[in-house]
């Protein structure tokens, strides 16, 4: 069995990535990455019913081609809008075991789940690369693995990725750099201890405060949310969530309320004035949730919201400082 294993993530399309095997998850639909997947496959000939698994199971699909791995593994689990940091770090683990069955294969490829659900993409991360080291220093996985690449298809999202995994491996025992490119070799070691940020990824996600945000998902907003709003709301000790509006139905709109519940403040964008950021605001303040308002021009709010507070920024770094003061005051 494989001593050591090589941890990278890099940016770059999933149906493109050469590995021997690509892992994948059945939310009891198809979404994201694992939906770019299973419609190649589709494409390819193969039945979607042969990969649509039930929770907990799982099944071997050859791929005849149709991406860049020859293999994927499909693995059925809960519904996304209960597929959380727990799920997740579960995910890892179970893929790995599922992998034992390939002794011969030494290259896994995967992708992080939750940013685009509503998830902090770092504690999803982390909660992934978590369960595979952990799972990996317990014996578990192919008895030739040597690689698993992590794959991110947005560049900055990759980068901020990195550094988020720079704290869960960094000056772990058994852990150091690559001495090519961005990665890390970790060694299989009984003296393993992951780092804080790693070891609670998943475990004890539940228990972080978060902050969820509301606001539109539209490219000139993109900037606004990482540079203007995350960074204000981790410096405050909190989780930062938000829903991608492309899946805002179903049990998305579930988990939507549940997070809006358990937040300790929302952060509601009313720029561009998105009838669902409205929604939402709506929803925290009918359940007495902090909300902090914010607009790039008083002239984008609506009638209903008009007298009330709210953060008027005239631009990312106005909005960064703004927020930051804000969220000082927090209980």
């Not at 589709?42 to 698994?53: D, E, H």
């Not at 290259?107 to 952990?134: F, K, Q, R, S, W």
């Not at 393993?192 to 998943?202: D, E, K, L, N, S």
Request: with cysteine.
């Amino acid at each position: 069995m494989s001593a050591a294993l090589d941890l990278v993530l890099e940016a770059g399309n999933i149906t493109d990535t050469r590995a021997d095997v690509v892992l994948l998850k059945h939310a009891q639909s198809f979404y994201g990455a694992d939906q770019a997947v299973a419609s190649r496959l589709v494409q390819a000939g193969i039945p979607m019913a042969s990969f649509s698994v039930p929770v907990g199971d799982h099944v071997f699909i050859e791929t005849r081609g149709a991406i860049g791995a020859p293999l994927a593994l499909f693995l059925g689990t809960v519904k996304l809008g209960k597929f959380g940091y727990h799920e997740i770090r579960q995910f890892a683990a179970r893929a790995l075991k599922a992998l034992e069955s390939r002794p011969d294969i030494r290259h896994i490829a995967c992708t992080v789940h939750g940013p685009n659900y509503g998830l902090d993409e770092d504690e999803a991360a982390l909660a992934l690369v978590g369960g595979l080291v952990e799972a990996f220093m317990r014996g578990a996985g192919p008895q030739g693995l040597e690689r698993i690449t992590v794959v991110e298809l947005q560049q900055k999202r990759a980068d901020r990725l990195r550094t988020a995994l720079e704290r869960g491996l960094g000056k772990s025992p058994g852990v150091e750099p690559l001495t090519s490119g961005w990665g890390f070799r970790v060694k299989r070691t009984s003296q393993h201890v992951q780092a804080p940020p790693m070891a609670t990824a998943g475990a004890q996600s539940l228990a972080k405060p978060h902050a969820f945000v509301a606001m539109p998902f539209a490219i000139e907003m993109e900037d606004v949310y990482h540079y203007g709003i995350l960074g204000p709301v981790k410096a405050a000790g909190l989780l930062c969530e938000r829903v991608d509006q492309a899946v805002f139905e179903g049990a998305i709109i579930q988990r939507i309320k549940e997070r809006i519940d358990t937040a300790k403040v929302i952060i509601a964008d009313l720029s561009m004035a998105n009838p669902n950021v409205y929604l939402e605001v709506g929803y925290a303040w009918g359940k007495g949730r902090p909300t902090i308002l914010l607009v790039r021009d008083l002239k984008e709010l609506k009638f209903d919201v008009a007298g009330h507070r709210c953060l008027v920024y005239r631009n990312i770094r106005d909005l960064e400082t703004q927020l930051m003061r804000e969220l000082q005051h927090l209980g």
